[in-house]
Structures are given as structure tokens and as C-alpha cells.
């Protein structure tokens, strides 16, 4: 099932009658996001044909044809629909004349206006599979909001309003874009205000420290009693190193925390820090990653010879004969550059002290509350009952507030000793200095494959440079040990050898962002594809075609199960939708005037959603994964949902709203989400790593259905029915088939004020749920049109596609934020941002004039296809996509720099791909030919 969206211009709406007909493959897929909130989709597994090209424009195969019709159906005609789905005809025809157009049925195609075409969406493999709880997907709304003119005002209605599924604006967006968001800076007023002392240099032993008469310096001495982060990994190849909350006797990177000042204002305390000096002696660090590889390199820590602090090995049996069979292997050098997160909000706090009570309530801008009371009660010794931790509303944290930071040890530390109001709010030189980084590693790769394209064998040396400690809970082995495990991705690797290093340097510490090594192993795969296929003579698309996963499930060769994706599809749909022959055409007539366009794509599967097993798998001493939800209705009608996960932009709110408003038969905006606050939520891991909808919302289904169950044997009691004959939908609790109705608000009441009445029922209307799944993979093709300058090595991207799979759709419109979120950081991976230190440790880019962000005029309109393949794996049939968006990015521009400067035959194996590395490059080829 494919839809279309993508970022069009105003002009573009609707059927125009002069414009020029699309390609037929892009005619299939288009649906501009404004012709309507709801999504039009393909069945991918249509056996019809059309033909379907490559990258180099020469017909290879087949693509869903005629809207994924088969012949014989008719459009939108009764054959076509009961071939599909016996019995839902007469279901259509009713919605029909009751006068809700906007029911469209997914048994046969009809055209809805313009360009769009509605299309079979079964599995065509007759009745689709239904899991426990699912409603029947014959029918699928595509309306934003419910249409008053036709909602259900009578109590015997007509068709249950869906609400899953429609591009539902934003119910946190009103508050946010008025400016009424409260951030933590906004709580800082009143508070004092701490300013931290940072070491100058990146390895040296401290020999003093030194401030005016008058100054209260906090050191180490005054902390004595905090312990040291020093998470844990249980597993005999990880070595664990302490962190401690301020500096002892020694630093290990340019911007470790080594004191800290208090001050009435935030002005104040940055000038009295300044007036601190620290006599630090200097010594030589150690940098590069591959330097710290190197026999009689400079250790970072003496626990960790070597400078390695986690490490993962595993070979089958059969690589070597692999090798030895290959008609050829592909040898490639990766090198990815070091990239920090850069939220628009730092990090900071306000740790408040209460005389009353004697607990500490910290307001921070987090992504992991609950992680970060447990570790603060860990690290001062107290229970975590004194503690209360609250996430406001955050400004992005993409992976880097996930983790137990000494600031906030320090904050607290200070609250309970001065007992008044404190506050740390980090500016942005502080944030590139010493929050975390990520993405600088280096992968040394060797393919073998036989002379028809199939890969044989795989084998990887895998470098990440972890920094100067290991993050918190998630520890140093996180980009190593995904790196390792997830290098094939989507491809069929019968024979894998892989190590994979964490090594440690004087560098800022590492922790997740975004995409958590993916980028880089996309990066990997696809230029591993793309070489093979120049190597034996086949196109970039046939070459994939042949090692995609096309069964599922799957297991790869590090043991991960892919569940039913899309892979092949989501490809052919990518390269029929960018209609290559035209480009083809458009890049020799650019060639010709010396200009150099190139396409680039990528194919990548996106593990998501992952409960305890895979953490527990991995070794982690703290094992995150489950997600814990409490849902009740009060005595109005109006529901309360507080969860574990904690949000901070990317619209969960009104996802699981639309979730729960589903399974109680009410309107999303009269369900209430609760998060980020330990006192008021239930203990759960926060939002990261593509989670939120599968595990949360699994679990607010789980909770919401038995809620839902209770209010049904309420409401059968007081209308003289059965339970089963109960159904909640549209604000009512009706009988089926008869005029009595009740509604929803009226039952709730009865169930908390007259619960005499109901005494065989369990009084209440509160029910929580725990939920903790194996994890769903989603997948996804991107694909790049680029122009470069050969002069100045400027790169500017024309063009993006996606077609993104992530199971069923809840609100697609958040979805697309979500991808062209993504894109937007993958392109900076891609071309701009970069952290860069020199030899001695010195952060070079601590600023936004040096560290350079893509703005909106780097950023082209991207135009997103979806497709669906329900997931049997999740409660709700969704998959994970926070994350994809950054990881196929990078590659597909990489090749598309590749394809543009094809005749020079360069080849572009680091990213960033900045001007001097492209001109260099370009420079190199030329002498070469001298």
C-alpha cells in the first residue's frame, strides 16, 4: 500500500487542466499532502504489471500497474470490492446513503478527483489478518476532523468514527505556537544561578584551583559524598570507567566540568567564573581515532589498555570459502566525521528544595525522567521517593538528553545543601563543549559477491571513537554494538565477519543521536552496492533487487528477526516515482553545458520499538524497553492518560489521543496525556530510539481497552443489555442494532457516583498497562537529485524522495514532521556539520559561525510516499519512524554526489562531503589523468 506526500507548492492543488500528465509510474503514487488529510494507497504486492526501470533508465521488471488493480476489477465496482472482502459491500453502500463521503472502501479502487486514485489495500492473499482488538480494515477515513455535517448526532448513528488514520492537527500545537510553552529556562526566574568551570585543556593533572577572595568555589572536595556515574555493561569485553560529577586530580577532555560558582543572576555567575583559574598541567592527549588505535598510543584511562572499552566479535563458519568463491570483493575505507545533536534548546535545570517535605523537585530538559531520578538517587545516596523529576516542555533532544549528565547531580547536590532555588542554563559553546557527540567512526568493509551481483559474504573492522567516558544508562557500547549488529540491514548476508571496536579518546563523551550508528551503516551497504554493481557491469537497482530481503521474517546473520517489510516495493516504488530515463536525459543535455547533476539512492531497514530482550541481549546492566500506562475517565467524560514515555515536539499527545479516543468512543480532544513528570506518571523509559508509538502506544491500547470494557458493563447494566451488544463510539454508548443510547459522560458518572448500582463490576474507571515488545523493523528508500559545482565543490540537493514504511499510519501528518525532520539532519550529516578538534584536544567549532547547520534554503521540498505493511509485531500494526529520515539521507546524497561526478570517476567514502574534501577529490582525479 503506497501513498503520496510531499512538500508541493501552494499553486500545485488540485487537477489542473493544462497540466502535462505525470510520469504513469509517479501518476500511480502522487497525492500532494494538501489535496487532503487522508492517505491513498497501493497494494505492493500486486502481481500486475507495468515496467519498472533502473537507475540507468532501461526497463528491469515490474510495478504495480493501474493502481495495483487486477484485471478484471472494476473501479470501485461491487466485483472488485467482494473479491476483496466478502460483505463489506452492503457496510460501504450504507455509509453511502447515510451521507459520510468520507468513508472510501479498500476493496476496490474508485478516483477520488485530481490526481489521486484509491486502491485495493488487502494483502491479496484473500482476508487480511486481523490481530486481537483490530477494527475490520475494509473501511478507512481520510478526513482531518469529523465533519459536523455529517457526524452522528442521533443515537443510532451510522459507521464508527475511526480516528487512527487521519492527518489530525496537532492537539499540542495551539499552546506552542502562541508562545505558551513553558521551557526551563522559563522556570529560572527567582533562582540563583550556577555557572560550571570547564578545563581549557583536554588531558592534563590539576594542580589547583584559584579564585578571589570572596568567591565561593565548589570543587570535587565539597562533592565528596556524590558518587561517580559508571554505568555498566554486563559482559567480559566492556570495561567500565567512572565519571565523576566534577573533575579528581585529573581531566580528560577540553570542557569537563571542574568546579562550579553561584551567582544572583546568570550575568553574574558567568563573571565570576571567569575569575577562577585553574592551574592545570598539560599533557599530550590522544585525538584521532584511529591514533588511539595504535601500538604505544597515549591511554585515556589506565583501567582500559588499548583504549578500547567495549568490543564485539563474531564470524560464521563459512566466510572464508565465501571469499574464496567471489568473482569479486569490494574493499572500502568509510570514514564518518563527528556531529553533535545541536537541539535548538540546551540542556539545563532547576532543582528546587522543599523545607517542608525535604524533597528536591529538578525541572530539566530531559528525554528519560524516570533514568534520570534513578541515577540522581543512586549517585547522592538518598531514596528516589525524596526526589521529583519533571520534563517541561522541551525544545528537541534527538538522543543527546537521554543520558545522566554531572551537571545535574551537581544542581541537586546544591539545591539540598543551600535549600533554596537553583538553576543551570547551558549556552551553546557549553553544549558543543561537553554535552555529547556522536557519529565519528570509521569502517573498514570487504564484500565478496558472484558475477551475477549476490553478495556472498561480508566482513567489517568497525572503529567508533566512544569519547572520554561512557554515557549513562545506555554505557559506550551503544554505536559500537548496533554497528556490529546491524550492519546487513536489509540485505541477504549468508556469511558475516565483523569486530567492532569502542575506542576511548579525550574527546567529548559519546551518546546517542538520532539514527544511533545507522547512518554510517546505510552509508556502508549502499556504497558497498554501489561499487559492486559498477564493478560487474549492472545497474545500482538490480543489483539491490537481487540481495534485498525478500522473505520474511528473516534472521539475519547477527541473529535479529526481521519482521514482514517492503523492501523491494518500497525501491521500485522510489525509482518509478523519480522517473529516471527523464532525469537520464536531463543529466547528458546539463553535461553537455557543463554542469553535473547526479541521483543517488538508498535502501534501509530501521529496527524500532525494541522492548528488554534486545537491551537485555546486548548486556546492559539497566535494562530499558517496557513502557508502563495509566488511563481513567472521570466522572465528565473527559480521560486522563499518563505515561512513561516522555515527549518533547514530536507530537505523541495527539497520536496516542487519537489511539485511545478509538478505543473509548470519544474525541481525541477530550483525552488528556500526561508525561514527564515521576510524581505523576507511571515509571517507564522515556522517548527515544523510534519507541514512542509502538511500546506507548501499545500499552495506552492496552489500558484504554480495558477501561473501555469497564464502561461497557456499566452501560449494559443501565440499558438492560449484554455486554458484547455494547458499542462506545461517537460519545455514545449504544445497543447495536436499536435506538438506545446513552452517552459516554452519563455512564462515567453513574460508574463513580452510583457504583452501589454496579456492585458485581470492579468500581472504578481507572486501569493501567504494562507492555513490552520484541521490536518491529521499518524500512524505507530514499533518493537524491544533486547538482555539483566542480569548481567550488558546493553541493546543492534539487530534489528528495522518500517512501517510507512504517506499518499503519496513526496520524500521517505527523509521520511526515517526523521524515522531514529526519531528512533535514541526514542532509547536514550528509554535506555540513561537523565537529572538529585540533591535535592538542581544542574544540574548533564551539559555535554556530564554525559549526555549520543547514538552514531552509539548504533543505529542498521532499516528497513522501508511504506504504503499509501492518505489523503483526505491534499492538497497533505501527512501526517506528522517528529515526529514518536521518539514517537513508546521508547515503542517498553521497551517491548522488558519486553519480554527478561520475565522469572524473571520484568516489566520496567520508562525510561530511564538504566543498574542500569534493574539490580535493576533484583535484586528484584531474592530476591523476595528467
Not at 479502487?109 to 485495493?120: E, Q
Not at 517542608?356 to 525541572?363: A, E, I, K, M, S
Not at 524516570?370 to 523529576?389: I, K, N, S
Request: net charge positive; glycine share 12%; proline share 7%.
Amino acid at each position: 500500500m503506497v501513498s503520496r506526500r510531499h512538500g508541493a507548492r501552494r499553486g500545485d492543488r488540485g487537477a489542473q487542466p493544462a497540466r502535462r500528465a505525470p510520469h504513469p509510474g509517479r501518476r500511480l503514487l502522487q497525492r500532494h499532502i494538501h489535496d487532503g488529510p487522508g492517505t491513498g494507497r497501493v497494494d505492493h504486492r500486486d502481481p500486475a504489471a507495468s515496467p519498472r526501470r533502473g537507475l540507468a533508465g532501461r526497463v528491469l521488471g515490474i510495478l504495480p500497474a493501474s493502481g495495483g488493480l487486477r484485471p478484471g476489477d472494476g473501479a470501485g465496482g461491487p466485483e472488485g470490492r467482494r473479491r476483496h472482502h466478502p460483505g463489506c459491500e452492503a457496510r460501504y453502500r450504507r455509509c453511502r446513503r447515510q451521507g459520510d463521503p468520507s468513508l472510501r472502501h479498500r476493496g476496490g479502487a474508485r478516483r477520488t478527483g485530481g490526481d489521486r486514485i484509491v486502491v485495493p489495500g488487502c494483502r491479496g492473499r484473500g482476508e487480511p489478518r486481523l490481530g486481537a482488538g483490530r477494527r475490520h480494515p475494509c473501511l478507512v477515513r481520510i478526513q482531518a476532523r469529523p465533519d459536523r455535517r455529517h457526524g452522528h448526532a442521533g443515537p443510532r448513528g451510522g459507521c464508527r468514527v475511526s480516528w487512527t488514520g487521519r492527518a489530525l492537527p496537532r492537539l499540542e500545537d495551539p499552546t506552542l505556537l502562541r508562545g505558551r510553552g513553558r521551557y526551563v529556562a522559563d522556570l529560572a526566574p527567582g533562582a540563583a544561578h550556577v555557572r560550571f568551570v570547564r578545563s581549557p585543556v583536554a588531558r592534563g593533572r590539576i594542580l589547583g584551583i584559584e579564585a578571589p577572595e570572596g568567591v565561593r568555589v565548589y570543587t570535587a572536595a565539597d562533592l565528596a559524598d556524590v558518587g561517580q556515574i559508571r554505568p555498566v555493561l554486563e559482559r567480559p569485553d566492556y570495561v567500565a570507567v567512572s565519571q565523576p560529577v566534577l573533575a579528581v586530580d585529573r581531566v580528560c577532555f577540553a570542557g569537563q566540568a571542574v568546579a562550579f560558582v553561584v551567582a544572583d543572576d546568570a550575568a553574574a555567575a558567568e563573571d565570576l567564573a571567569e575569575r577562577v583559574f585553574l592551574d592545570i598541567e598539560p599533557e599530550d592527549p590522544v585525538v584521532d581515532l584511529d591514533a588511539a588505535l595504535r601500538p604505544g598510543a597515549i591511554q585515556t584511562h589506565p583501567e582500559a589498555p588499548g583504549n578500547v572499552l567495549v568490543e564485539g566479535r563474531m564470524r560464521t563458519p563459512g566466510l572464508d570459502a565465501a571469499f574464496a568463491e567471489a568473482a569479486a570483493v569490494i574493499a572500502l575505507d568509510l570514514r564518518s566525521r563527528r556531529q553533535s545533536a545541536m537541539p535548538m534548546e540546551t540542556r539545563g535545570g532547576v532543582a528546587r528544595y522543599d523545607t517542608r517535605d525535604g524533597r528536591t523537585t529538578l525541572h530539566a530538559s530531559v528525554q528519560m525522567p524516570h533514568m534520570l531520578r534513578t541515577g540522581l538517587a543512586d549517585l547522592l545516596g538518598c531514596p528516589e521517593a525524596e526526589l521529583r523529576v519533571i520534563a517541561p516542555d522541551v525544545g528537541g533532544g534527538f538522543g543527546q538528553k537521554m543520558s545522566l549528565f554531572p551537571e545535574y547531580a551537581a544542581l541537586v547536590w546544591l539545591a539540598r545543601h543551600v535549600k533554596r532555588d537553583v538553576a543551570w542554563i547551558e549556552d551553546r559553546r557549553e553544549n558543543f563543549l561537553a554535552s555529547a557527540h556522536s557519529r565519528d567512526q570509521a569502517f573498514t568493509v570487504r564484500g565478496a559477491f558472484d558475477a551475477t551481483g549476490h553478495l556472498l559474504g561480508l566482513e567489517a573492522n568497525l572503529r567508533s571513537n566512544v569519547g572520554a567516558f561512557s554515557c549513562y544508562p545506555v554505557t559506550c557500547g551503544v554505536e559500537p554494538l548496533m554497528a556490529f549488529a546491524e550492519l546487513p540491514g536489509p540485505y541477504k548476508v549468508p556469511e558475516y565477519g565483523a569486530r567492532s571496536r569502542g575506542v576511548t579518546t579525550n574527546t567529548c563523551t559519546m551518546a546517542p543521536y538520532r539514527g544511533v550508528a545507522r547512518p554510517m551503516l546505510t552509508l556502508t551497504m549502499e556504497r558497498l552496492m554501489e561499487s559492486a554493481a559498477r564493478r560487474l557491469g549492472l545497474d545500482p537497482v538490480e543489483i539491490r533487487r537481487r540481495n534485498l530481503i525478500d522473505r520474511f521474517p528473516h534472521r539475519s546473520p547477527t541473529g535479529l528477526v526481521h519482521d514482514e517489510g517492503s523492501y523491494i516495493a518500497a525501491m521500485e516504488a522510489a525509482v518509478a516515482a523519480v522517473d529516471v530515463p527523464a532525469f537520464r536525459l536531463r543529466q547528458a543535455e546539463a553535461r553537455a553545458k557543463g554542469r553535473h547533476l547526479g541521483l543517488g539512492l538508498s535502501v534501509f531497514s530501521e529496527r524500532t520499538g525494541y522492548g528488554t530482550p534486545a537491551y537485555a541481549a546486548r548486556g546492559m546492566a539497566i535494562v530499558p524497553g517496557y513502557e508502563q500506562v495509566e488511563c481513567s475517565l472521570d466522572p465528565s467524560g473527559h480521560v486522563e492518560l499518563r505515561i512513561g514515555a516522555s515527549p518533547h515536539g514530536q507530537g505523541l499527545g495527539t497520536a496516542l489521543a487519537q489511539l485511545v479516543a478509538d478505543e473509548l468512543g470519544v474525541e481525541p480532544g477530550q483525552v488528556q496525556v500526561v508525561s514527564g513528570d515521576t510524581d505523576r506518571t507511571p515509571y517507564g523509559w522515556g522517548t527515544f530510539a523510534s519507541r514512542s508509538m509502538v511500546i506507548a502506544g501499545g500499552a495506552s491500547r492496552l489500558a484504554s481497552a480495558k477501561v473501555a470494557a469497564k464502561l461497557r458493563g456499566v452501560a449494559a447494566r443501565m440499558m438492560g443489555a449484554t455486554e458484547a451488544e455494547i458499542a462506545l463510539e461517537d460519545g455514545f454508548a449504544r445497543v447495536r442494532g436499536t435506538n438506545r443510547a446513552t452517552p459516554i459522560r452519563e455512564v462515567a458518572r453513574a460508574a463513580h457516583h452510583r457504583s452501589h448500582l454496579f456492585a458485581d463490576l470492579e468500581g472504578g474507571l481507572r486501569q493501567s498497562a504494562f507492555y513490552d515488545p520484541f521490536g518491529t523493523f521499518s524500512n524505507a528508500c530514499h533518493v537524491a537529485q544533486v547538482e555539483v559545482d566542480v569548481e567550488t565543490g558546493g553541493v546543492r540537493v534539487e530534489r528528495f524522495l522518500v517512501v517510507e514504511d512504517a506499518g499503519r499510519l496513526i496520524n500521517p501528518m505527523i509521520v511526515d514532521g517526523q521524515i522531514h525532520g529526519g531528512v533535514a539532519q541526514g542532509i547536514a550529516n550528509a554535506l555540513y556539520e561537523e565537529v572538529v578538534y585540533d591535535p592538542d584536544g581544542n574544540l574548533l567549532t564551539a559555535s554556530l559561525a564554525d559549526y555549520l547547520p543547514p538552514t531552509i534554503h539548504e533543505i529542498p521540498p521532499i516528497e513522501i510516499l508511504h506504504m503499509e505493511t501492518i505489523s503483526d509485531a505491534t499492538l497497533t500494526g505501527a512501526k517506528g519512524v522517528g529515526e529514518g529520515g536521518t539514517i537513508g539521507a546521508p547515503a542517498a546524497v553521497v551517491n548522488a554526489i558519486v553519480d554527478a561526478l561520475s565522469p572524473f570517476g571520484i568516489e566520496i567514502n567520508e562525510i561530511p562531503a564538504t566543498p574542500e574534501r569534493i574539490r580535493a577529490a576533484i583535484r586528484s582525479a584531474r592530476d591523476s589523468r595528467t
